[in-house]
C-alpha cells in the first residue's frame, strides 16, 4: 500500500523546473514568451516527450498573459517558474502587488482587459493566492489536450456568457478562482 501512496505523491513532484525575474519592464512579456517557448523545447528534447503545436502556443500565451499583468499593475519586479509535472505544464507569476484582481462583467464590447478571461478559458487550473508579500497567479495547461485542439470546457460550472467567440466567462467559473479556500473572481484590475 505504501507503494501506491509514494508513487501518487511523485507524480505531483516537478520532473523540470526553471523560474526567471522580471523587473517589470514592458519587455518583459516577450522575454517571458521566449522563455516558456524554450522550456518547452528543452522539455521535448531532454525528455523526449510529444506535444501538440497548440500546447506551446496556449503556454506562451497564458505567461505573456500573466506576466504582462504583472508589469501592468504590480510596480517592481515579478518572478515567473515554469514546471512540468506529471502530464502539465504549471506557470506560476509572483508579483509584489497584494492586492488580487477583482472580477469584471462580461462586456463583449469592451476593449481589452480580456487577459485573465482567456486564460481561464484555455487552462485547466487556475489559482491566485495571496502570499506574505505580494500574490501568485498560478495557471495550468495539459501536455496533451484531452479535446483535441481545443481547450478544456469550463462552461459546465453554468451561466451563459460566452465573450471572446465562446469562451465563459470568469463570473462564470467560480470553481476555478481559488485563494487559501477562498472563491475569488479575478479579472484584470
Given at each position: ?53 497548440h500546447t506551446l502556443d496556449t503556454v506562451q500565451l497564458v505567461v505573456s498573459e500573466l506576466v504582462t499583468n504583472a508589469c501592468k499593475y504590480a510596480s517592481g519586479p515579478c518572478l515567473l517558474r515554469l514546471e512540468l509535472t506529471g502530464d502539465r505544464v504549471e ?99
Amino acid at each position: 500500500m505504501d507503494t501506491v501512496q509514494d508513487n501518487d505523491q511523485l507524480k505531483d513532484q516537478p520532473l523540470e523546473a526553471m523560474s526567471e525575474a522580471y523587473e517589470g519592464s514592458p519587455r518583459d512579456p516577450a522575454r517571458a514568451r521566449r522563455t516558456a517557448g524554450a522550456f518547452l523545447t528543452r522539455l521535448q528534447s531532454v525528455h523526449r516527450l510529444v506535444m501538440p503545436d497548440h500546447t506551446l502556443d496556449t503556454v506562451q500565451l497564458v505567461v505573456s498573459e500573466l506576466v504582462t499583468n504583472a508589469c501592468k499593475y504590480a510596480s517592481g519586479p515579478c518572478l515567473l517558474r515554469l514546471e512540468l509535472t506529471g502530464d502539465r505544464v504549471e506557470m506560476s507569476v509572483w508579483d509584489s502587488d497584494p492586492v488580487l484582481p477583482v472580477a469584471m462583467a462580461t462586456d463583449p464590447h469592451r476593449a481589452g482587459q480580456h487577459g485573465l478571461e482567456i486564460v481561464v478559458a484555455v487552462c485547466q487550473t487556475f489559482e491566485v493566492r495571496r502570499e506574505p508579500v505580494g500574490k501568485r497567479i498560478t495557471a495550468t495547461v495539459m501536455l496533451a489536450a484531452d479535446t483535441g485542439d481545443r481547450p478544456a470546457d469550463h462552461s459546465a460550472a453554468g451561466g451563459s456568457g460566452t465573450p471572446l467567440g465562446g469562451l465563459p466567462s470568469l463570473a462564470d467559473c467560480p470553481e476555478l478562482l481559488v485563494s487559501r479556500g477562498e472563491h475569488h473572481g479575478v479579472a484584470p484590475r
